[in-house]
């Protein structure tokens, strides 16, 4: 007996050698439009469309998860992987399919390999380009990523931004009342990594309540928290300004009650951004009521995006395959010029030179100015406006660009399905915002943070802003009720800072009759 155990180990290296002359084995470089090698997305299917997930030699992995729980490290939830340049695989004899893709400005390549018994085989994908936005000063970023890091994680994380193509990955140390996760290694300089025109940077999705809602901070030199005041979002974001940093609203202010949190910060000027495109709400990927709440109310706000990787996603709640979180889905591009520096990224974040997308390329000037930019302008005369959209007719194919004023389309354009324009003059009767907006499907949205037309200094809607200072008021009366009935959750903790809130509501209140004054 003890024979027959000792050849044991000898018949499994036969059976596994057996076994691996009958595997195939497929390797591809995955190259840019110059031949280089390229990180890029990989997804391999077999003939029943079934993802593999096998070991990949080239595939680079980091720890990712929910709430900082192991949940993956290669492989993504719909069966991907990010590879640095080319990848190996061991598989079964048959047919796959090989889809690789890199973000929104190159086009995706599809190949489909047939894998005979004991066989290599080789195959190069070339992804070209079908816009470069960097050439012209246009630098993407994502400002809502939760992945494990450390500086050893650091080149595994950028290569994962790198196959997006998104140049600024915003890695958010998350917290909530007791604690926080995802925590960065360091903030300010010494917290970011940079290889070629691609950077990591820390920031924060803190503080965050269900009452008040999501925040997100980037750019500052530390983490700002008050544990014991933390519901007092304007005190975090003026420590975030002191640090040179920005703060906003994630998730479009919608989800866990964002816009009353607006409603205690936005209206003293405490709040720089909102996160305008992502695949978390249920409406859709850009819902503008409550970015265009106040902007009518003439309070500047710039237009940002990011995934929330590994929470939201083009999954089942809007009707497409589940899984596919991934980073970069939706993001926001700053016209930076050159040289790409993290300074003069955030100095032109900071200035408004932005557009959020799910997949159109947005342009916007008016008078020759950019977005965020404002413009002092006389009753009587007119500013000149050019916005262009861009697309594929493949992979982004355009279906309308619209002209925005005042949350109002006043002129659209169609019939192409890779650029449209729109060159009109819009006469000034009073101050206005302006912004441009392109659709192709509809989860492919885009949207620019809008140019300001200020007459004696204001650019608010005298259409629409009593409705917007009422919608404002019955917040704040959502939030006392809140106050006066809390919820049984864990993380509903408003009542322990009811008299803080309090004083809040009352200021906001007077904030409010003031603005109205204003905008008689």
Request: hydrophobic share 40%.
């Amino acid at each position: 007996m003890k024979r027959w155990l000792a050849l044991v180990p000898f018949l499994l290296a036969l059976i596994l050698a057996a076994q691996q002359t009958r595997d195939a084995r497929l390797t591809v470089r995955l190259l840019d439009g110059a031949g280089k090698p390229t990180p890029a997305r990989v997804r391999v299917t077999d003939a029943a469309g079934k993802p593999v997930a096998v070991d990949a030699k080239g595939a680079v992995g980091a720890l990712f998860g929910r709430s900082d729980r192991a949940e993956g490290y290669f492989f993504h939830y719909d069966g991907g992987f990010y590879a640095d340049g080319s990848f190996e695989m061991a598989l079964a004899p048959g047919r796959y399919t090989v889809a690789v893709a890199k973000g929104y400005e190159y086009l995706g390549q599809t190949v489909q390999v047939e894998l005979l018994p004991g066989k290599a085989v080789r195959r190069d994908v070339r992804l070209a380009r079908w816009i470069d936005m960097p050439s012209r000063g246009w630098y993407s970023a994502d400002d809502h990523i939760h992945v494990q890091r450390s500086p050893r994680d650091d080149p595994a994380v950028l290569r994962w931004i790198a196959a997006e193509d998104v140049h600024v990955g915003n890695i958010l140390e998350m917290g909530d009342f007791w604690a926080t996760y995802f925590t960065q290694h360091a903030f300010g300089p010494a917290g970011r990594y940079r290889e070629g025109n691609f950077i990591l940077t820390p920031g924060q999705e803190e503080p965050r309540t269900p009452e008040i809602g999501h925040t997100i901070s980037l750019g500052a030199s530390e983490l700002v928290r008050f544990p014991n005041d933390y519901y007092d979002y304007g005190r975090v974001f003026d420590r975030v300004h002191e640090l040179g940093g920005i703060s906003g609203f994630a998730h479009q202010a919608m989800t866990f009650h964002g816009y009353r949190g607006m409603v205690l910060t936005a209206l003293f000027r405490k709040v720089d951004f909102m996160e305008l495109a992502q695949f978390c709400a249920v409406e859709g990927p850009i819902p503008t009521d409550h970015y265009y709440h106040w902007l009518d109310l003439g309070i500047p706000i710039t237009a940002l995006a990011g995934s929330d990787f590994p929470w939201c996603g083009r999954g089942a709640r809007y009707g497409v395959e589940p899984g596919m979180t991934r980073i970069g889905d939706a993001r926001f591009y700053t016209y930076v010029g050159q040289p790409f520096t993290f300074e003069r990224w955030l100095e032109a974040v900071k200035a408004g030179r932005t557009f959020a997308t799910t997949g159109p390329i947005l342009e916007l000037t008016v008078n020759g100015k950019l977005p965020g930019e404002r413009i002092e302008a006389a009753p009587g005369s007119a500013v000149r406006v050019v916005a262009k959209a861009y697309g594929h007719a493949q992979q982004i194919p355009l279906s309308e660009l619209e002209l925005v004023v005042h949350g109002e389309v006043v002129k659209t354009a169609g019939g192409s399905a890779e650029q449209l324009a729109i060159e009109m003059d819009l006469p000034v009767q009073h101050g206005f915002w302006v912004a441009a907006r392109a659709k192709a499907d509809r989860l492919q949205l885009a949207h620019t943070t809008p140019v300001y037309v200020s007459v004696n200094g204001s650019f608010h809607n005298p259409k629409t802003a009593a409705k917007r200072l009422a919608d404002s008021e019955a917040h704040l009366k959502g939030l006392e009720e809140a106050l006066a009935k809390p919820g049984d959750r864990l993380d509903e903790q408003a009542p322990r800072h009811r008299a803080k809130l309090a004083t809040r509501i009352a200021e906001a209140r007077a904030e409010l009759s003031a603005l109205a004054a204003r905008l008689r």
